[in-house]
DNA sequence: ACTAACGATTAT
DNA sequence: ATAATCGTTAGT
């Protein structure tokens, strides 16, 4: 929601008081045009204006509801523009405006896709300044570290620091002072380089790593590029990252110091920080042009590049290639590989399972036909008239039952006849849609399949019990039930039922239901070869990949005891 | 005053 | 169901 509560609507706190030094230029918002902020405000999702609720009689409580908003001046500009609610769950009482888009039709069904094309905008987000237009995490920030997605405990579970709104996120989320200038010049070395996008900042961390850790790309050529990560000596990696720690915590050390010095001070020394930077990251190639490292090339670098051109770039992965590959190869097919045999241990089994649920298809098939079969026999019939069915009718009348759609009671008699209709008529009240049609080859009568164009859905119940775009055919006067009877719950009798159709009430919707059944066993089936499909294709790719030239490339397996070249144990197997 | 941690809420 | 990220709090 783009509305919200400003979080200077609390009793000023410690921290509000803090940041109270946001207000100096104040601002001015809303019809009224003053800077107060103070209150409950919501904004424009068009022109990103601020208003204060009081101004334009949106309470807090209303904009709850509210997903997107218009200011009045854009929405008479606009016409499309609509002030659009959200559907609610569990929330409050509906509003009286969402009452009325529900029953426009189908209200929210995805067809609210803006988010990407808009900043959002919250508490803590102006969505204006630029850390709130930034859409990429740094990668770099220790809120970044600690993020599942690199690798991180998760624990922090904050955004991004280059990602913290400058006017309305909290001080000391920001970008943190010290690292400030450094990103801030890996910023702009970025821009002015020529191949700007061939470096993210992710490569200039690992490129700072690299040169604190205090190697030379010249003295080891193979090992000097940014790909090179896993190719480095384990030893000398660890040494990397210690050299990497050992910085981190001068860094924090000079900042205790600094906290007793005045602020003027530390502004000072941030700028020494910076200049200190500069020199150790780019100082030398801003002076001396690297030679490129292309092989048997002579030219100079190209700025931020390690290459005069692209060719070059490439040619040297190209020797790369040749030369360890082929060892590489050699090492692949020395040991046997245990996830290879599981792959095709895992293959045999899903192959089987794949045969076992054809078999169940076809007869699953099998059975469909049948009952088509066992339908049109059963259209035969001829009703039987003098035989009133009035087993147990007499005792039944005394008892009671509800409706488990409506609770209405109901005459048990056409309690069945009642339930189904009422089930209908709440169930075609909702819609149940996918965005794709369904194809599955030779599968006939499956799913529903009818297009919605409001929501671009296709129906997805089953077609024989979709209440929704399906009605029961009318009954004629003449036609006979024909369920056929069975003795014993299962064993049939080969008899049919000779009721009127209309009449009866023992096996209302019998064919209906009996095809329900099967054809609900058949979707089963088709996901369940659907998921073995995919299985199948997971466990192929993996083990495509796994001899591929990337992987070769990448990994490689160290027997480090050639006694135990299997290293699974006997107890293991 | 500050940070790490984490439950809770919201978005996807 | 999971990811993102917010507000709160205990600990330093």
Not at 325 to 351: H, N, T, V, Y
């Amino acid at each position: 929601m783009d509305s919200e509560v400003s979080d200077f609507d609390q009793p000023m706190g410690i921290e509000s008081s803090l940041e109270g030094e946001n207000g100096e230029n104040a601002p001015v918002y809303c019809i009224c045009r003053k800077p107060d902020i103070n209150c409950f405000m919501i904004g424009c999702d068009n022109c990103n204006e601020w208003f204060h609720g009081d101004c334009i009689n949106v309470t807090e409580k209303m904009a709850k509801a509210i997903r997107e908003w218009y200011c009045e001046k854009c929405r008479r500009k606009d016409d499309s523009l609509e002030i659009k609610y959200r559907p609610k769950k569990t929330r409050e009482k509906e509003t009286e405006q969402e009452r009325l888009e529900k029953q426009r039709g189908t209200p929210d069904f995805k067809t609210d896709r803006r988010r990407g094309s808009r900043i959002k905008r919250s508490a803590r987000m102006c969505g204006e300044c630029e850390p709130c237009r930034r859409t990429e995490d740094c990668a770099q920030c220790d809120f970044c570290k600690d993020m599942k997605k690199f690798g991180g405990p998760n624990k922090i579970r904050q955004k991004c620091r280059l990602r913290q709104c400058e006017v309305r996120a909290r001080k000391m989320l920001r970008v943190r002072d010290e690292e400030f200038s450094m990103m801030k010049e890996q910023d702009s070395l970025q821009r002015d380089g020529q191949l700007s996008d061939d470096y993210d900042e992710q490569e200039m961390e690992l490129y700072h790593q690299y040169r604190a850790a205090g190697y030379d790309d010249h003295n080891m050529p193979w090992l000097s590029d940014e790909e090179d990560g896993p190719f480095l000596d384990p030893v000398l990696r660890k040494r990397a990252v210690k050299v990497k720690h050992v910085k981190r915590r001068e860094k924090k050390s000079e900042k205790k110091k600094e906290e007793y010095k005045s602020r003027r001070h530390k502004q000072k020394q941030k700028h020494r920080d910076r200049v200190k930077h500069s020199e150790r990251g780019e100082g030398r190639d801003s002076v001396g042009l690297r030679q490129c490292l292309g092989p048997s090339c002579v030219e100079a670098a190209r700025p931020n590049s390690k290459y005069c051109s692209e060719d070059c770039g490439m040619k040297l992965a190209a020797n790369r290639i040749y030369e360890i590959l082929p060892q590489r190869i050699q090492q692949w097919q020395q040991s046997p590989c245990i996830a290879e045999e599981q792959g095709k241990k895992l293959l045999e089994r899903i192959r089987r399972e794949q045969q076992s649920a054809r078999m169940r298809l076809t007869e699953m098939e099998r059975r469909f036909h049948e009952l088509e079969s066992i339908i049109i026999k059963a259209k035969q019939q001829v009703v039987q008239q003098d035989e009133e069915v009035n087993e147990g009718d007499s005792d039944d009348t005394d008892l009671q039952i509800f409706c488990v759609s409506c609770s209405h009671p109901i005459n048990p008699k056409v309690a069945l006849r009642h339930m189904e209709r009422c089930y209908a008529k709440y169930e075609s009240q909702t819609s149940f849609g996918s965005m794709y049609p369904t194809r599955i080859e030779g599968a006939t009568r499956l799913f529903c399949d009818v297009y919605n164009p409001q929501s671009k859905t296709y129906c997805k119940r089953l077609q024989v019990l979709c209440p929704e775009h399906s009605r029961d055919p009318k009954v004629p006067a003449d036609e006979v039930c024909g369920c056929p009877l069975v003795r014993d719950v299962f064993e049939p009798t080969g008899e049919f039922c000779r009721v009127s159709k209309r009449k009866c009430n023992k096996h209302y919707c019998w064919e209906k239901l009996r095809r329900a059944e099967v054809d609900l066993e058949r979707v089963r089936v088709w996901y369940k070869l659907d998921e073995l499909f995919e299985q199948e294709r997971n466990v192929r790719t993996a083990m495509t990949n796994r001899a591929g030239l990337l992987a070769l490339m990448l990994h490689q397996t160290i027997q480090h005891d050639p006694l135990t070249t299997d290293l699974r144990s006997s107890k293991d197997r």
